[in-house]
């Protein structure tokens, strides 16, 4: 699986961004994050038609994972972001229809987009 992300950048405290990710084959899709000088952590997850979603509870009710099969994109629409959600965000994949939000379960890994939040 090859993934691409984009969308990110530099947006206030209560501000919005949405990432893509370019994503080809039947899998389970994802979004890690990492804060500067920390360890990367789940963000969200969706099954091949979206049926199933997954989210931390840092970011429930704020952000929104979808996906457009059509086109093989996934994207994650952030709202209402706080400057601890600034750090480099990853695209993830999975072969098969589980959502999870281990790391280990996420062979595929595109590079990282960096969203900085501002106070």
């Known amino acids: 699986v090859q993934l691409q992300a984009y969308g990110g950048g530099s947006v206030q405290a209560g501000g919005s961004l949405r990432l893509s990710c370019a994503a080809s084959g039947r899998t389970t899709l994802g979004w890690f994050r990492q804060p500067l000088g920390k360890g990367r952590e789940f963000v969200a997850a969706s099954n091949w038609d979206g049926g199933r979603t997954y989210y931390a509870d840092s970011v429930k009710g704020r952000f929104t994972i979808s996906r457009d099969n059509a086109k093989n994109v996934v994207y994650l629409q952030m709202n209402s972001l706080k400057p601890e959600d600034t750090g480099d965000y990853y695209c993830?994949?999975?072969?098969?229809?589980?959502?999870?939000?281990?790391?280990?379960?996420?062979?595929?890994w595109g590079q990282g987009t960096l969203v900085t939040v501002s106070s």
């Open positions: 993830v994949a999975r072969q098969g229809n589980y959502v999870s939000d281990r790391i280990v379960d996420f062979d595929s």
